[in-house]
């Protein structure tokens, strides 16, 4: 606990512009929302500074899997950074879905950094019928 609150107040100070002051490279994540609607699931991603070109998304089964990478934008050659606090690099991340989901039907669009997933679930049957009982010989 000690330590996570070390990491807590270090995280959140700003650092100085001095190379001495400065710190690793943190990992790009990106943050989600998942919200369960009558006609399915709805995802929200926001990738703030990527395109769609970006972002790969994939569903298997019930998982839905969405991965990527940040990268530094514009002409850095030579730069030296004194304060880097965005985050950059590799990213994936999976959502476990339940089984009534349909794969075949998932829509994603994406507008200003913000991806939208749609995920149908399926049509249910008639939970309750009747059943004819034959006659055997």
């Given at each position: 606990?000690?330590?996570d609150m070390k990491r807590?107040?270090?995280d959140t100070t700003c650092v100085a512009p001095f190379p001495q002051g400065a710190?690793?490279?943190a990992q790009f994540r990106p943050v989600a929302d998942v919200l369960e609607l009558a006609e399915g699931?709805?995802?929200l991603v926001e990738l703030p500074g990527l395109?769609?070109?970006d972002v790969t998304l994939e569903v298997h089964g019930n998982e839905l899997t969405l991965y990527g990478e940040r990268k530094l934008h514009g002409n850095i050659t030579g730069a030296?950074?004194?304060v880097l606090e965005r985050s950059y690099g590799s990213?994936?991340?999976r959502f476990s879905?339940?089984?009534d989901i349909d794969p075949s039907a998932v829509e994603a669009s994406m507008k200003s950094g913000l991806l939208s997933v749609m995920v149908p679930k399926r049509p249910q049957g008639p939970r309750n019928r009747q059943i004819n009982i034959s006659l055997q010989d």
């Open positions: 606990m000690k330590e807590l107040v270090e710190r690793r490279l699931y709805l995802i395109e769609r070109e030296a950074f004194h990213f994936a991340r879905l339940p089984l």
